[in-house]
């Protein structure tokens, strides 16, 4: 199977609705590079997964599932959307975030798939969706 955008799009929005549907209620992050003083460079995508490992490994650990979509921002930072199935405290995760090398803001939203008349799901996905188009 030869590699296409529209291909790895449809891949991803399927994975992503795959975890949705999979989990009665999913928690969205998101985690930033720190800000950088002017001139100096940014993290490149290896440099941010890198950054995100210990995450990932705290979150095998744990046996949390989770899926990753990275971003590339219009500042030219790298930063993951990250689907769990388990919630985590953000006064306890933002401190071992940043010690890890990341920025102080996040984002960090519930999904409750019982609830889905409010349209959450929906935007969920055309978020997470429009970001990895911005980059393929």
């Known amino acids: 199977m030869s590699y296409c955008k529209t291909k790895t799009r449809f891949l991803a929005e399927l994975s992503i609705e795959r975890f949705l549907l999979a989990h009665?209620?999913?928690w969205f992050w998101t985690?930033?590079?720190p800000?950088?003083?002017?001139?100096?460079v940014r993290w490149s995508k290896t440099d941010a997964e890198i950054h995100l490992k210990p995450f990932l490994d705290l979150m095998r650990r744990r046996q949390i599932e989770h899926l990753?979509?990275?971003e590339l921002q219009k500042r030219g930072s790298w930063h993951p959307h990250i689907l769990l199935?388990?919630?985590f405290d953000v006064n306890?995760?933002?401190p071992w975030m940043m010690a890890r090398?990341?920025?102080?803001?996040?984002?960090?939203?519930?999904?409750?798939m019982q609830k889905r008349q409010d349209g959450a799901v929906?935007?969920?996905?055309?978020?997470?969706?429009?970001?990895?188009?911005?980059?393929?």
Request: charged residues 30%; hydrophobic residues 35%.
């Open 122 to 136: 929906e935007r969920l996905l055309t978020y997470v969706t429009k970001s990895l188009q911005r980059y393929l």
């Open 101 to 112: 090398g990341w920025g102080q803001q996040m984002r960090a939203e519930c999904v409750d």
């Open 24 to 26: 009665p209620r999913v």
């Open 35 to 40: 800000g950088r003083k002017d001139g100096e």
């Open 31 to 33: 985690f930033t590079e």
């Open 68 to 70: 990753v979509v990275w």
């Open 85 to 87: 199935n388990k919630y």
């Open 92 to 94: 306890w995760l933002r």
